[in-house]
């Protein structure tokens, strides 16, 4: 490199690399000069009911029986009963005149979609005409890996959901527009507060080498390589009581595993996220059925991309080999060589994946617990929302040093296939690894899948092999997503970025960063301004890492498709619309087309529910009948006669019940929405049509003493006429 003399112009690089760290450092210098005022203040003084709040709560549980799961894209990953029901949680934001609100739906999905969106917004706009609309609604999903899948419109996630589950999308349309008019009818004046805290111990960065990447001087301004902050934006009545809250915390919904040594689960739960908002409003409506309490609690993901719960790290599970029970290798997350048996474990290895699911919760739950009880700030101001569609494929812009850059057509890496520490990939791809080597028989029959990338789009995707080139598959329609959900939602000083992709730690960092510095150097908000994100919400676009995180290309970065600027055109895109969040904003903000409609094109290959049959017995007997005595830590199991769960999903009802005797008369404290009870649905055989409901209850230490009984709701369809409901009991035993 020849040497630099006085007046010479310096290298690009240089310049990105100054500008990159002096930016870091001036954000994290805010960021905790925020900090430090919300938890050295004195208990929020309750402000005035400058705001309208609203808050609503509905079940969005689809079939949870002979249906993929998503999140882990295995395809034998098949539901066969349920854990813990699926919720969407609706928070609207409204200023005193009403004039302006937001809707902000915290939904127990993997991740938000177009077409699901397009259904909601549709809905609300005829329900509530020039109220609700494209603009101020945000569907964002917790990212739990253990719902009912199929309800994505693009054609690359429905691959091993054997395409579209209009089912699975219908439950979760008809449940999120309930909890959005049921939060509409709540509206009432009140107050917002917001507050941090920190949670150790909850998640860790599942691809470190990534983050290594990343500048010494960007690393060295942050303790840790995940943000282990809490956000909780509290929402008051008029009288300074809560009505709930939404938390923002960055760890995946992959407490339970699609496999590992101990389970292979297919029970339909709402991992981590789902469990920290059962226990809250449990602890606050301890005798209300979940989804029934009045507080409701939203626990939203951030960013999520390189997050783990699985806080004890990876290790080998290869039993008979040399390297069994040791740690992963570092760079590519392997195990002698292969990904597939290295598994991330959860504080709760030892017992179950169930276990390190309450753990996660749990330490989420009273963390938020610790701000709303604790010191907060008075959220004061403007509401407003702004929302515009991008094109991302082929998208110019400049970069703040003046260089020209575009981003990429849609396109999944070779990593992507090697998976993560959370749920290892396939055949022999590993993370990490930018030749195409490491699977060469992929690179001669990829071309059958999708189409071969040209050179233009091998050069822009570089330095990512490319496995799948999806932004060029459009048969029999789009395989992925080219254009995104910009939006931004604004209560005050309070800012919400709602992302259309999982950014990792530093990804997160970078953009929250950039967004409050042009909030604040616009004149828009002062130095107490909040700027959390919430994600993936709207359409899914994959994940979104830094450029020094793209070029090592672990899963993370081979999943980001739309190549190595995708973060910086997100972070010159939102910039570009801070005007729209000030009090009195003019203009429209520029916007690309919507993206085009899929769902009317979607294909789907499961078989309908044929008939039931019940054998020599009715619906609803009893195969395995209850004890007579149990005590606390106990199991109780009964068997009943059962029919196809999707025949009925019982949305806002149950499937089972534990039922205790009360005056005489048997009163519901249990149902498949709690985290105790669980229904294992069993095909026992096809040709007859029969199967079987294996109910489980394991009793809490606290439950009272008393006489209970389990029950089981069902529906049964005939051959011919219609689906008619049954129930059945078993026989009545002791808790003592």
Same mark, same amino acid.
């Given at each position: ?35 430090? %005022?919300?938890?050295?203040?004195? /208990? ?16 969005i549980t689809g079939p949870i029986v002979e249906t993929n799961m998503m999140g882990y894209a295995d395809l034998?990953?098949?539901? &066969? ?29 993997? #991740? ?61 349309? *008809? ?23 920190t949670i150790l111990d909850a998640n860790i960065n599942r691809s470190p080498s990534a983050y290594l990447n ?20 509290? $929402? ?47 602890? %606050? ?14 626990? %939203? ?24 029970? #040791?740690?992963?290798? $570092? ?17 709760? $290895?030892?017992?179950?994946? $169930? ?47 003046? &260089? ?28 990490? *690894? ?46 992925? %997503? ?17 992302? /259309? ?31 959390? #994100? ?48 000030? *009090? ?116 809490? *230490? ?35």
């Open positions: 490199m020849p040497l630099l003399t006085y007046g010479s112009a310096l290298p690009t690089d240089f310049y990105d690399l100054v500008s990159s760290v002096v930016t870091s450092m001036l954000n994290a210098f805010w960021y905790s000069v925020t900090l430090l %005022t919300a938890l050295t203040a004195a /208990p929020a003084v309750k402000a005035a009911s400058q705001y309208q709040l609203g808050l609503g709560v509905a079940d034998s990953q098949t539901d &066969t009963g349920i854990h813990m029901r699926q919720f969407s949680r609706a928070f609207i934001v409204a200023d005193s005149s009403g004039d302006n609100r937001f809707v902000f739906i915290n939904s127990d999905i993997a #991740m938000g979609d177009s077409g699901v969106r397009r259904s909601i917004v549709s809905r609300l706009e005829q329900m509530y005409p020039d109220v609700y609309g494209d603009d101020n609604i945000a569907l964002i999903g917790t990212h739990q890996h253990s719902g009912v899948g199929g309800y994505l419109e693009n054609l690359l996630p429905q691959l091993t959901a054997l395409g579209y589950v209009e089912q699975t999308a219908n439950a979760i349309i *008809d449940g999120t527009v309930l909890a959005v008019q049921r939060a509409h009818e709540s509206l009432a004046p009140g107050s917002l507060s917001v507050g941090n805290t990343n500048p010494e001087d960007e690393r060295a301004l942050y303790e840790y390589d995940q943000d282990k902050d809490m956000t909780v934006l509290r $929402f008051d009545d008029a009288d300074g009581n809560a009505r709930g809250l939404l938390s923002f915390f960055a760890v995946h919904g992959t407490s339970i595993y699609q496999a590992s040594n101990l389970t292979n689960n297919t029970l339909v739960s709402s991992d981590n996220k789902g469990m920290a908002a059962y226990l809250y409003e449990a602890y %606050t409506d301890p005798d209300a059925m979940p989804g029934n309490a009045t507080f409701v609690a939203g626990f %939203t993901q951030a960013n999520v991309g390189d997050t783990s719960p699985n806080t004890l790290g990876a290790y080998c599970e290869s039993p008979g080999k040399e390297w069994h029970g #040791m740690a992963c290798e $570092f760079n590519h997350s392997t195990c002698g060589g292969t990904v597939q048996d290295c598994h991330g474990r959860g504080p709760g $290895f030892r017992v179950s994946d $169930f276990e390190s699911n309450r753990i996660i919760g749990e330490k989420q739950y009273l963390g938020a617990r610790s701000i709303m009880e604790g010191s907060r700030l008075p959220v004061d101001g403007a509401v407003r929302s702004v929302h515009v569609y991008l094109t991302m494929a082929n998208h110019t812009f400049t970069l703040p040093n003046g &260089t020209a850059v575009k981003t990429c057509p849609a396109a999944m890496g070779y990593s992507f296939a090697g998976g993560t520490t959370d749920g290892p990939g396939a055949f022999d791809f590993v993370q990490g *690894d930018n030749s195409t080597t490491q699977n060469p028989f992929w690179e001669i029959v990829k071309g059958a899948v999708n189409p071969y990338p040209s050179a233009a789009q091998i050069e822009c995707q570089r330095p990512k092999p490319i496995l799948l080139n999806t932004g060029y598959a459009h048969t029999p329609y789009e395989w992925a %997503t080219a254009t995104v959900n910009i939006q931004m939602l604004r209560a005050g000083n309070f800012v919400m970025l709602i992302m /259309p992709g999982e950014l990792t730690t530093m990804a997160g960092r970078r953009i929250r960063g950039a967004i409050r510095e042009e909030l604040i150097s616009s004149g828009i908000l002062s130095t107490d301004a909040y700027v959390v #994100m919430a994600g993936p919400a709207n359409t899914y676009a994959h994940y979104v890492t830094t450029p020094e995180e793209y070029d090592v290309q672990r899963y993370e970065g081979a999943s980001t498709i739309f190549g190595r600027y995708t973060l910086d055109a997100y972070i010159d895109k939102y910039t570009s619309l801070v005007p729209f969040l000030g *009090d009195s904003p003019s203009g429209t903000p520029a916007s690309d087309a919507a993206p085009a409609e899929q769902t009317s094109k979607a294909i789907s290959l499961q078989t309908g529910v044929v008939f039931d049959g019940s054998g020599s017995h009715s619906f609803g007997d009893v195969l395995i009948d209850a004890g007579k005595s149990y005590t606390g830590g106990d199991t109780v199991e009964v068997q009943f006669v059962a029919a196809n769960p999707r025949n009925n999903l019982h949305l806002g009802t149950t499937f089972l019940s534990v039922d205790r005797q009360v005056s005489g008369q048997w009163k519901t404290v249990r149902t498949d929405a709690h985290p105790s009870t669980r229904l294992h649905w069993v095909r026992t055989n096809t040709v007859l049509g029969t199967s079987t409901a294996n109910i489980t209850w394991t009793i809490e *230490d606290s439950t009272e003493a008393g006489t209970y009984r389990i029950g089981y709701y069902g529906d049964s369809k005939p051959v011919i006429g219609s689906i008619t409901a049954f129930s059945g009991f078993s026989s009545e035993f002791t808790v003592s």
